[in-house]
């Protein structure tokens, strides 16, 4: 009965998976089966019907053996009913079972990415009329938001409920953490299911060959980081750090995605100056942790070498796993810094290029008004060469006339 309901639960998740799909628009152009164009446009309906075959084997006896496999969470140590009565809490190990569980929320994970890029992202990107380029990033910010704001709410309950913001010492306390609650021990594993499935979406999306290399090291990077806390036994640690880092990229992310739909780009410098502290802060306080777990809180656990028992509490292994942080949070500083330097470098030559401008703009001016000078003398002084070439036209006792009449005119202004 169990197996039972735990299918129909399955069923019951797979199943809009496979319905949302239905409603896809297919091309004018069918493309041949089995082809790269067919799989690329078909691969969620492909993927949710692989998935479909783990749920529906869960209905038959023979088969619902090989299915659990895939979609129920392995290494339970909460075996007896007394050892459940005095701790209700169920702990799990890992091991090699948890490749059939990771394989199959990779599946998951994969057809959830095609419904958000097709029923979300999608809509959004054909009313704000991107470029390619803006594009490709506008569909990588929005999947990665989205996961990020999942795993942090996940990951925090997770760290409250265990006591480990507040509770500083239990990140080393009663090392090795071998015993995992079952959320903390399926949340690393859909980690693992997501960042994988990051590698096929690289050929299911189309990415160019020059924003392959940035996207595979940045998932191969998350993926090992994770399996290294994962295997360790540095679990408590490692969720820390990892939701302490999901906050900083979820703010990122979150910026570029406004800095696509912002046209002015005046609310997008807010969010990025606030995305840029962010980052600088996690940063600090991730080394901040490491160096308290591994160089000061684990120096205080057991040591030695037993992977029977799961303990990895060496001199070495914690140097290696200390420096391992670091130099990554070194490298992602020195990303950021070389980014807004670049960036400087880019708005130098528009800013000198305004400047420019302006400086020939005072010059023009300064020009039109020096010509609008000279050309005042000259009509003031062709007036007065005409007005002496009237007097002179004169007899020559009105010259003499005309001469006196100036004359006292200008006594009587001196006069006054």
Same mark, same amino acid.
């Given at each position: 009965? !169990?197996?039972?309901?735990?299918?129909?639960?399955?069923?019951?998740?797979?199943?809009?998976?496979?319905?949302?799909?239905?409603?896809?628009?297919?091309?004018?152009?069918?493309?041949?089966?089995?082809?790269?164009?067919?799989?690329?446009?078909?691969? !969620?309906?492909?993927?949710?019907?692989?998935?479909?075959?783990?749920?529906?084997?869960?209905?038959?006896?023979?088969?619902?053996?090989?299915?659990?496999?895939?979609?129920?969470?392995? $290494?339970? %140590?909460?075996?007896?009913?007394?050892?459940? &009565?005095?701790?209700?809490?169920?702990?799990?190990?890992?091991?090699?079972?948890?490749?059939?569980?990771?394989?199959?929320?990779?599946?998951?994970?994969?057809? +959830?990415? !095609?419904?958000?890029? @097709?029923? %979300?992202?999608?809509?959004?990107?054909?009313?704000?009329?991107?470029?390619?380029?803006?594009?490709?990033?506008?569909?990588?910010?929005?999947?990665?938001? =989205?996961?990020?704001?999942?795993?942090?709410?996940?990951?925090?309950?997770?760290?409250?409920?265990?006591?480990?913001?507040?509770?500083?010492?239990?990140?080393?306390?009663?090392? #090795?953490?071998?015993?995992? #609650?079952? +959320?903390?021990?399926?949340?690393?594993?859909?980690?693992?299911?997501?960042?994988? $499935?990051?590698?096929?979406?690289?050929?299911?999306?189309?990415?160019?060959?020059?924003? +392959?290399?940035?996207?595979?090291?940045?998932?191969?990077?998350?993926? *090992?980081?994770?399996?290294?806390?994962?295997?360790?036994?540095?679990?408590?640690?490692?969720?820390?750090?990892?939701?302490?880092?999901?906050?900083?990229?979820?703010?990122?992310?979150?910026?570029?995605?406004?800095?696509? &739909?912002?046209?002015? @780009?005046?609310?997008?410098?807010?969010?990025?100056?606030? &995305?840029?502290?962010?980052? =600088?802060?996690?940063?600090?306080?991730?080394?901040?942790?490491?160096?308290?777990?591994?160089?000061?809180?684990?120096?205080?656990? #057991?040591?030695?070498?037993?992977?029977?028992?799961?303990?990895?509490? *060496?001199?070495?292994?914690?140097? =290696?796993?200390?420096?391992?942080?670091? =130099?990554?949070?070194?490298?992602? +500083?020195?990303?950021?810094? *070389?980014?807004?330097?670049?960036?400087?470098? @880019?708005?130098?030559?528009?800013?000198?290029?305004?400047?420019?401008?302006?400086?020939?703009?005072?010059?023009?001016?300064?020009? @039109?008004?020096?010509?609008?000078?000279?050309?005042?003398?000259?009509?003031?002084?062709?007036?007065?060469?005409?007005?002496?070439?009237?007097?002179?036209?004169?007899?020559? %006792?009105?010259?003499?006339?005309?001469?006196?009449?100036?004359?006292?005119? *200008? !006594?009587?202004?001196? &006069?006054?």
């Amino acid at each position: 009965m !169990a197996v039972s309901g735990l299918a129909r639960s399955a069923l019951l998740e797979v199943a809009p998976f496979k319905m949302g799909m239905k409603g896809r628009k297919s091309s004018s152009k069918n493309p041949p089966i089995l082809s790269h164009e067919f799989v690329i446009q078909n691969h !969620a309906d492909i993927v949710s019907c692989v998935a479909m075959v783990f749920v529906i084997g869960l209905m038959f006896q023979v088969s619902s053996p090989i299915a659990y496999m895939f979609i129920a969470v392995h $290494h339970n %140590v909460s075996s007896g009913p007394e050892e459940v &009565a005095r701790d209700p809490s169920v702990y799990y190990t890992y091991g090699w079972k948890d490749l059939g569980p990771v394989f199959f929320y990779f599946l998951i994970c994969i057809v +959830m990415h !095609a419904i958000i890029q @097709e029923y %979300v992202l999608d809509k959004i990107s054909r009313k704000m009329h991107l470029s390619k380029a803006k594009h490709s990033k506008f569909n990588e910010s929005g999947q990665y938001l =989205i996961f990020f704001i999942i795993s942090i709410l996940w990951g925090g309950d997770i760290i409250f409920r265990e006591n480990l913001f507040l509770n500083i010492p239990s990140l080393w306390e009663d090392y #090795p953490h071998v015993l995992m #609650p079952f +959320m903390l021990k399926f949340f690393f594993m859909i980690q693992f299911s997501y960042w994988a $499935h990051c590698f096929p979406e690289l050929y299911f999306q189309k990415v160019k060959r020059e924003e +392959m290399a940035s996207r595979i090291r940045y998932a191969l990077l998350h993926f *090992t980081f994770i399996l290294a806390a994962y295997l360790l036994n540095f679990n408590r640690v490692g969720i820390c750090l990892l939701v302490y880092h999901y906050v900083s990229e979820a703010l990122f992310h979150a910026a570029r995605l406004i800095y696509f &739909a912002d046209k002015t @780009e005046s609310g997008s410098k807010g969010v990025f100056m606030v &995305a840029n502290a962010v980052f =600088i802060i996690v940063r600090l306080v991730s080394i901040v942790f490491s160096v308290l777990t591994f160089w000061y809180g684990l120096r205080l656990a #057991p040591q030695g070498l037993d992977i029977a028992a799961g303990n990895f509490n *060496t001199e070495f292994i914690r140097i =290696i796993a200390l420096c391992a942080v670091c =130099i990554l949070q070194a490298w992602l +500083m020195w990303n950021l810094i *070389t980014l807004h330097l670049r960036r400087l470098r @880019e708005q130098a030559p528009k800013n000198s290029s305004s400047a420019g401008s302006a400086a020939n703009n005072a010059r023009k001016q300064r020009q @039109e008004r020096r010509k609008e000078a000279q050309n005042k003398k000259k009509k003031d002084a062709e007036s007065k060469r005409g007005a002496y070439d009237d007097v002179n036209d004169l007899p020559e %006792v009105d010259q003499n006339t005309k001469k006196n009449l100036r004359a006292r005119a *200008t !006594a009587a202004q001196k &006069a006054k």
